[in-house]
């Protein structure tokens, strides 16, 4: 199993990879982070605190 740490702004093309690697049954995310990038700091933490929730359901 690989283990991930993921920083990102959480913007829409980091969204998707974020999503695929939450469900990808072969790694294991062992820390998140989010920095300003595309969307402010703030934003991406929110979206990257719905995207985790969203995965569960997949």
Do not use: C, E, W
């Not at 991930?4 to 062992?30: G, K, M, N, W």
Request: charged content about 15%.
């Amino acid at each position: 199993m690989s283990k991930y740490r993921i920083d990102t702004d959480t913007a829409s093309d980091d969204a998707v990879a974020f999503l695929i690697a939450l469900r990808h049954i072969s790694s294991q995310i062992v820390g998140m982070s989010t920095a300003s990038g595309n969307v402010p700091a703030g934003q991406a933490t929110k979206t990257r605190y719905t995207l985790r929730g969203f995965a569960v359901l997949l």
